[in-house]
């Protein structure tokens, strides 16, 4: 009864819960706080979004023969801060609007090893020796820079698809066929292939990996909810101590700075071999010295820097795999994000937008040559919900900050110097932290049902097997055609694209109700925008551009631009949000019962 009771309290009292958030807020999502608070809290999402963004660039040094070559490490690294902050910049004042940081993504990188694994890309023998190697050679120039220019082509055609489907409102109609059960095995084997890369950099000394792994364990899970006194400056009390929950906001910058300094002082210690073969000297951190020294303290990314991209149809075809699974999963960070900056949920026009922004930043991305795209950080949006702090202006310091750190060729020159073993431990931690994100979809699905069973179990099964068996016996994929083979080797070897399909066609063809799929619980979470309030005001184009000028009823009908009901009386009697009578969605009624429960 009491739970009832607290039900038609809340639809008798609409929007009192909206506003209990947004006042929960620091700074709503419209706010701009102080030009130095902006400052700061933009470094500390630069900080929170630095695992991922430094890791892609590492996972991929070695298939692009580069695990030898730091300073050309640290090139990737800054060139993948540098266009993170155009996207992001991008997103926030042209895209979904909304304060989500955007930067290089987990879902290019299978599609990305499995086109370097084709025999037409693997490394020669003497790049893999480091004594063999001349990094400086034109011969070494041009066996990396022709992978990472196919890389580029791949991407750069394939984001393409992402664009024409953003824009084109294509989105939409597609995530009606798209549920938990094909969203599940995609995005938990984004990284469940890559334990050999994790094993292999954390096997160079078990020992140092084993510590980094135990610091990020215990900041982030045992520590979390320990504050720590920090000063700060204030308006009213200007110097003053605050408490701050470090542990929390960065527990990966944290362990990574710790086991970094304790391997620095065992190699001045001579604790690790000098000896090239023996076992732990690549955990040393003076082989990588030089790097800091050679690297530029200004740096300039541009387009087209390692040459003309060329192009694969199996590389295109591996990469959109990567694309549909990107738009998936940012389509949930959309939600995610306007639900802990006390917004209204998206509507489909902002969606729209944001896809096919993303779209344009991954074509980007291929354009400079970070060999990733770009995607929604998801990391980011959990650091919303710690600070409570959803101001777009603090977003916006935050893509400025990626663009300085982009320049400065020091910076992304130091984090390529960090020992091999110190960067496996962080891969033990986040790639099984993104596996979980994956199996997490499975919460609206009936796992009661033989049927889902059957769909998650055999989808995530054939996802790790028919990869590895194509691995080993490539020469039995011959239709007679090159292209075809090359196409099938590298999606079958995607185990990302076989789970995520196999998820797909087994759940939209065996028959199964709604809410034994979990369709129902997820649409709930997904359902579109059928709140007026604010929606204007935080999804419509800045500066004015579609409700004072460019205004005219034709453009009412691209799928990405702002429709005046959004804002106005005519979507209240739509869809009966007319305030005054008190009314409201049958939608809206849904999603506070849920925030209730909560």
Known sequence: MKDQDKKQNRQAQPHSHRKTDVQQLAYSITDVPPWYLCIFLGIQHYLTALGGLVAVPLILAEPLCLQHDPLTQSYLISTIFFVSGICTLLQVFLGVRLPILQGGTFTFVAPSLAMLSLPAWKCPEWTLNATQVNVSSPEFIDEWQKRIRELQGAIMVASCVQIIVGFSGLIGFLMRFIGPLTIAPTITLVTLPLFDSAGSNAGIHW????????????????????????????????????????????????????????????????????????????????????????????????????????????????????????????????????????????????????????????????????????????????????????????????????????????????????????????????????????????????????????????????????????????????????????????????????????????????????????????????????DARNVSEIYNFPFGIGTKFCTASWLWRIPFWPKPEHGGEAMGREHGLNEEKGQISMGEREKLDIDTKM
């Open 207 to 530: 020992g140092i990996s084993a510590m980094t792994t135990f610091f990020i364990v215990l900041f982030s899970q045992y520590l979390k909810n320990i504050p720590v006194p920090v000063p700060v400056y204030g308006q009213v009390k200007k110097c003053h101590v605050s408490k701050l929950y470090l542990f929390q906001i960065f527990p990966v910058l944290l362990a990574l700075s710790i086991s970094w300094i304790i391997s620095y002082v065992l190699t001045v210690t001579n604790v690790f071999p000098s000896d090239p073969s023996a076992y732990g000297y690549l955990a040393r951190t003076d082989i990588k010295g030089d790097v800091m020294s050679q690297a530029p303290w200004f740096l300039i990314p541009y387009p087209g820097r390692w040459g003309v991209p060329t192009i694969s149809l199996a590389g295109v075809f591996g990469i959109i795999a990567g694309v549909i699974s990107s738009m998936v999963e940012s389509v949930g960070d959309y939600h995610a994000c306007a639900r802990l900056v006390g917004a209204p949920p998206p509507p489909k026009h902002a969606i729209n937008r944001g896809i096919g922004i993303e779209g344009i930043g991954c074509l980007l991305a291929g354009a400079w040559g970070t060999g990733n795209g770009t995607t929604s950080y998801s990391e980011n949006i959990g650091a919303l919900g710690i600070t409570r702090v959803g101001s777009r202006m603090v977003i916006i310091a935050a893509g400025c900050v990626l663009l300085l750190m982009g320049i400065f060729g020091k910076i992304g020159a130091a984090f390529a110097t960090i020992p091999s073993p110190v960067i496996g431990g962080m891969f033990l931690v986040m790639f099984g932290v993104i596996a979980a994100v994956g199996i997490s979809n499975l919460q609206y699905v009936n796992m009661n049902s033989s049927r889902n069973l059957f769909v998650f179990g055999f989808s995530i099964y054939c996802g790790l097997t028919i990869p590895n068996w194509v691995n080993k016996n490539p020469e039995l994929i011959q239709t007679g055609i090159v292209q075809l083979d090359q196409i099938i080797q590298v999606l079958l070897t995607t185990g990302m694209f076989v789970g995520g399909f196999l998820g797909f066609v087994l759940d939209n063809t065996i028959p199964g109700s709604q809410e034994e799929r979990g369709l129902i619980a997820w649409n709930q979470i997904h359902e579109d925008s059928e």
